[in-house]
């Protein structure tokens, strides 16, 4: 005979709450985006007058960036907000999915343009109340990622290198904190070098009036590698470390480095690793070569050869380092696809997906500049939404009057209650941006 919990089974459950808040610690987020100006930006910024759906764009953009924070990977997942007394705790009027849905499908290209508008300057005014680099160094990742669908109605998919239906849009983050400080959908079958040049461009000019003042770094693989794109950089004044292919004129210029001038560097346990530098056509060149050793080295006994190029000064083996490091872009863009945002791509259309996709990286800034003002973690810390949903979003709270004043009753022992108080306190305590 199965067990049975009389405890468990005696238990009724009954969905009448009017008070409760789901996901309550989205009032951090909210108190952010009031100090930001958001409703109010988006409202100026994004006209979509006249488009069947697209009055009151502020709200519905928020709508959709609180559903994100929170987890939200679906339309429909923006009826959360509408549970309860969550929306008492948002600062707008939460909206239906069906009524977002229309909205999405109202962008054209030109309102893509003015969203992109909005998280630039969204970035300007979050940097401008402390989570900015100011006049130190400013490290940026270029990446590309894939953004998988399914079906063949999904306007702009298509097979890049990868063999995988999707889209292919380009994410640039800073390093260390994992903002995505510019993005662009791409159709599935764009090149990954493919709008790099005017995007670099973009970028440059964005982080300047964001008030980054100090040297610029951009990091680049090797599928970036590209002449004209260097030659952006170079007009620009931006340093850059660039991955590239090892095509036969790399793979000579490998072979004529003398093998005294090779230097041994820190590598995992079982492989070996090694660092040296020769001149490619005028630039620098910098070569990490890897092999496995023990057992194993028997099978595959050659030196595996990875290159880029450089203006950047300094030993060879720091600047390896520095350009390995590149590989945190990937942290956050796992942030972006793991249970938010990007992990579906809900429309048939190419311009609601570029909308969807410029809300994802709000949300996901969002919670990088929360975490960073309300002091959750350090500057130089790279912020994982995932732990910041687990520990401050998700607490779930039942909003009552004590004297007339709204209070928003979390569950006691909450483990990282102390750290929720000071970051709202921190929050609070910011000034409105002025416009």
């Known amino acids: 005979m199965p067990a049975v ?35 109010r930006l988006v409202n100026e910024m994004v006209d979509l007058s006249g488009r069947v759906g697209g009055a009151f764009p502020g709200r519905k953009v928020l709508t959709l960036v609180h559903a994100m924070a929170a987890g939200g990977s679906h339309i429909d997942h923006a009826d959360v907000l509408r549970s309860g007394a969550t929306q008492s705790v948002l600062g707008h009027r939460v909206m239906a999915p069906s009524t977002l849905g229309t909205f999405l499908r109202a962008f054209t290209f030109g309102h893509i343009r003015q969203l992109d508008r909005v998280l630039g300057e969204a970035l300007r005014r979050a940097w401008a109340l402390g989570a900015g680099p100011g006049s130190k160094p400013l490290v940026m990742d270029l990446d590309s990622t894939i953004c998988a669908v399914c079906g063949k109605a999904k306007h702009g998919a298509g097979y890049g290198y990868t063999r995988e239906l999707g889209y292919h849009p380009l994410v640039a983050t800073r390093a260390g904190t994992g903002e995505v400080l510019h993005v662009r959908m791409r159709k599935g079958g764009a090149n990954t070098q493919r709008g790099a040049r005017r995007f670099v461009e973009e970028l440059v000019a964005r982080v300047r009036r964001a008030g980054a003042s100090g040297e610029l770094f951009m990091r680049f693989d090797s599928g970036f590698w590209s002449n004209p794109t260097i030659a952006v950089l170079e007009r620009l004044d931006v340093g850059y470390t660039m991955g590239v292919a090892m095509v036969k004129s790399v793979v000579s210029a490998v072979e004529g480095i003398d093998e005294s001038a090779w230097t041994p560097i820190d590598y995992t346990p079982g492989g070996e690793a090694e660092v040296a530098e020769c001149n490619y056509k005028g630039r620098r060149l910098i070569v990490r070569r890897t092999r496995l ?143």
Do not use: Y
């Not at 919990?5 to 108190?31: K, Q, W």
């Open 293 to 435: 050793t023990g057992r194993q080295q028997t099978l595959w006994p050659q030196w595996r050869h990875f290159a880029f190029v450089t203006d950047l000064g300094g030993k060879a083996v720091d600047v390896d380092e520095f350009h390995r490091a590149h590989a945190t872009v990937e942290l956050a863009i796992r942030d972006l696809k793991e249970g938010a945002g990007l992990e579906h791509v809900p429309s048939g259309h190419f311009s609601a997906n570029s909308a969807w996709l410029l809300c994802a990286v709000l949300a996901h800034d969002l919670i990088r500049w929360t975490a960073m003002l309300g002091a959750i973690t350090p500057d130089d810390h790279l912020t994982v939404a995932r732990t910041v949903r687990t520990r401050f979003l998700s607490v779930p709270g039942r909003l009552v009057s004590r004297s007339g004043r709204p209070t928003l009753r979390a569950p006691i022992e909450w483990p990282w209650a102390d750290a929720f108080r000071r970051a709202l306190e921190l929050l609070r305590a910011l000034p409105p941006v002025p416009v």
């Open 5 to 39: 919990s009389r405890g468990i089974d005696r238990i009724e459950v009954t969905f009448d709450e009017p008070n409760l808040v789901a996901n309550a610690g989205l009032v951090l987020v909210a108190t952010l985006v009031v100090r930001l100006g958001l409703e």
